[in-house]
């Protein structure tokens, strides 16, 4: 579980990251799968953050496993509680035995360009904030 922790303590600092299927203080990670983290972000499609990934040699997959071959949204992502507005923002990243630190910290620094970028391209994260601000 150490790679998946540390993971999961990394990725939570990028602005509008949700790791999903976790109490709010991750206090329940060793109960999950040791070797999946599912995310979603906020205002970013998940085919776009797949394919940016990919071009940059990290290869991940978009939405639940129990989905992947399927067009329409996930009803394992809705059962575990993801909101509907990031139900087409989720990724999973895999994790093995030989994943190391140095790959995590390349991946959340990767993670974190890609994401900042494409929201400054995109009005969706402004929308998805303004719905998030009504909600308080």
């Not at 999961?8 to 600092?13: A, D, G, H, L, P």
């Not at 509008?16 to 995310?39: E, K, W």
């Not at 496993?65 to 990724?91: F, H, Y």
């Not at 190391?100 to 998805?128: C, G, W």
């Amino acid at each position: 579980y150490t790679i998946k922790e540390y993971f999961v303590e990394n990725v939570q600092k990028i602005e509008g990251i949700q790791v999903n299927g976790l109490l709010p203080d991750a206090s329940d990670i060793r109960g999950t799968a040791p070797h999946v983290v599912s995310v979603s972000i906020a205002g970013v499609r998940s085919e776009v953050v797949l394919h940016a990934l990919e071009d940059r040699g990290i290869y991940i997959s978009a939405g639940s496993a129990c989905a992947s071959n399927k067009p329409q949204t996930s009803a394992t992502l809705k059962a575990i509680g993801v909101e509907k507005d990031l139900l087409d923002s989720t990724i999973r990243f895999s994790f093995s035995m030989f994943t190391t630190k140095e790959e995590i910290d390349f991946t959340i620094d990767q993670l974190k360009a890609i994401v900042e970028n494409l929201r400054n391209m995109s009005p969706l994260y402004e929308d998805f904030v303004k719905k998030q601000n009504k909600k308080k």
